[in-house]
């Protein structure tokens, strides 16, 4: 598509305005230079300009660093979970408490810098389109393998058993799911949850699960709750369970999403003195075998049955296992199970393009650690 590429400060001009008058009002808005971009990168004609630019906004926010800056900035777009309809005010003092700095400190430095870093990859996203360099390599921006051009939802087909099995890829934040009955969020041996303002996969689903008042003020938190309370039946409170451990929750305000049990798997052993943790591929694979063990005894007490299940790469992040380890970990557990003719429905969630292309070229027999040879 012939587009000029746009220049840094007409864009962030812009998300700052996106900033201001928050992501429930865009609709009628101008704001011809996301507009503009928003077209050149996702060629989604059907979509609503407010929807396009919404979309260019998460997209550009994935690719930023994760941790307090992607945490930040959909905290102070409205990205998160929760706080698309919130005034820019409290959208603003949640974000800065992220860096825990007062508002008027982060109004004046660290927010320049977050939404400059947003601005900085729409134009790289637009000069890529523009420039002819999205087909380059695989997981570059614009590229079909990340996410983007493709699409947030693929249907992958694998072998299992013989067999032909298609799962479901999803190529964005796991707080943006709908309609998956049962998400396996990872969990260190102690089953404590991050703080909900951690931009881990636990972390999300204990915020996007939280029970919300009008001015966005926590009324709840269930699953941190719950997950007390199934340590207290354990008698675990206060100890470490066994690596591979999982324990089952609700999903709270999740289940407005079709989310309706989170599975906590057990695989992070701290590491003394430090904040790191260790973890073993095994106790992936034993974790995943115990999720899917669990789901086969709950799926009958519910209405409807539970028949879906999400993976996101586990150890991946804090844990930091390679994307090809954590795959193969997980996927030895599902295709054991997918090759005795069990009938779940399974889903992966990530956000790297990289990750997306590992779970993507695992055709027909090929094992994860191929599929990362394959990507070059």
Known sequence: MATSNPDHASILDEIREVRRVGLVRLRGRPLPVLESAAEAVTAAAARTPAAAVEALLRH????????????AAEYTLGLAQGTR????????????SVYGVSVERFRKDHEVMVLGQVAEHIVRLVSAETEGEAGAGAGAPGSEEDGWGAGTHRSVQVRAGGRQVGITLHVHPVDLLRDVDVVVSPANVHLALPEPYKSSVAASLRRAAAVRGVTGDVLDDPVHDELRKWAARQGTSGRAVL???????GAGALAE?????????????????????????????????????????????????????????LGAGRGGLPYH???????????????????????????????AALVERIPAGMRPDRARRATG
Not at 243 to 249: K, S, W
Not at 332 to 349: I, K, N, S, T, Y
């Open 85 to 96: 309809d919130w005034p820019a005010s409290s959208r603003r003092a949640r974000a800065a």
């Open 60 to 71: 550009a926010v994935a690719l930023l660093d994760a941790g307090t800056l992607r945490t």
């Open 257 to 313: 999403q079709g989310v309706r049990r989170i599975y906590h798997a057990a695989i992070a052993v701290p590491r003394a003195g430090t904040n790191d943790y260790d973890v073993l591929p095994a106790d992936v694979t034993r974790a995943v075998s115990r999720a899917l063990a669990l789901l086969a005894e709950e799926s009958e007490r519910g209405t409807p049955p539970l028949r879906s299940v999400c993976f996101p790469l």
């Open 243 to 249: 690596p591979g451990t999982v324990a089952a929750t």
């Open 325 to 355: 380890v954590s795959l193969a970990a997980v996927w030895a557990a599902v295709e054991a199970e997918l090759a005795r003719g069990a009938p779940w429905d399974v889903h992966f969630v990530v956000r790297a393009p990289e990750a």
